[in-house]
């Protein structure tokens, strides 16, 4: 995976670390399409008209953003998390991944790795004509070990089942999202957004657990980061930690938060 970049503060924010650097680049110059696009398929050009979001318009905002992105080969992931009314939603093209994690330490995933030894993804890769190379689930085995051995790759090539970009596997590869909704209750602490250079390493459990030590997301995200390094993860890290405990005071606020990865 390529360099990552941050920019914004709420309530957009997004990080691109796309299969291929100019990519990833594009999504962070163009880090408006997801959150206004999801606004404009609403009827609205600002963020205040994203309040009328539904999780349907994720998907048709996902394949405007890829559309209006890329006319290269390389792609990249997105996650984006949304909360609105006291319910999240999050959206997820790839391998970065959502956890939400409780006071107690408990770890809720709110996406799942789209990745091609995945079996449902697999089997429906296969039934459109792709090949998967590599083995499957070495990182958690191999990492104590420093030893480096090849993913399971689409056609010996991307690491990813789905993702927004990579034109040249569109056949097979597709960029719609999945979706998960979570109705946020007071027990709930943080929202983890991370790339799979801290999940190659950590578990979303152990991540959970070590959140609920703190209060200050800031020093959540420096903490996963660090633990990431310590663990000699193979891929760079980006770590996005959302409070939630104020979301479950209040009922009337709309974000939208974006991890492009």
């Not at 999801?38 to 539904?54: C, F, L, M, P």
Request: glycine share 6%; charged share 25%.
């Amino acid at each position: 995976m390529d360099p990552h970049h941050k920019r914004k503060q709420p309530p957009a924010k997004i990080e691109s670390d796309g299969e291929g650097s100019p990519a990833a680049k594009v999504l962070e110059a163009e880090d408006h399409v997801l959150p206004v696009g999801i606004a404009t398929d609403r009827g609205g050009k600002s963020n205040q008209e994203v309040r009328s979001y539904d999780p349907s318009a994720l998907a048709a905002a996902a394949q405007r953003s890829q559309g209006r992105s890329f006319s290269m080969e390389d792609g990249s992931t997105c996650l984006v998390a949304m909360v609105r009314d006291g319910i999240l939603h999050v959206g997820n093209v790839g391998d970065s991944r959502a956890v939400l994690s409780t006071r107690k330490g408990n770890a809720i995933a709110m996406s799942e790795d789209q990745k091609p030894n995945r079996k449902d993804e697999r089997q429906r890769l296969e039934a459109k004509g792709a090949f998967i190379t590599g083995k499957p689930d070495f990182m958690y085995r191999m990492w104590p070990l420093k030893k480096m051995l090849d993913v399971p790759r689409v056609n010996g090539s991307l690491a990813v089942s789905r993702s927004i970009g990579d034109l040249s596997l569109k056949p097979w590869i597709s960029c719609d999202p999945e979706i998960k909704t979570h109705k946020i209750t007071k027990g709930d602490q943080f929202l983890i957004l991370a790339s799979d250079g801290l999940w190659d390493v950590v578990t979303s459990k152990a991540a959970a657990q070590l959140a609920s030590t703190f209060t200050d997301p800031q020093e959540v995200a420096e903490a996963l980061v660090a633990l990431a390094l310590a663990r000699h993860t193979f891929d760079n890290v980006t770590v996005v930690v959302i409070n939630l405990e104020s979301y479950a005071r209040s009922t009337s606020r709309t974000d939208v938060l974006e991890n492009s990865d």
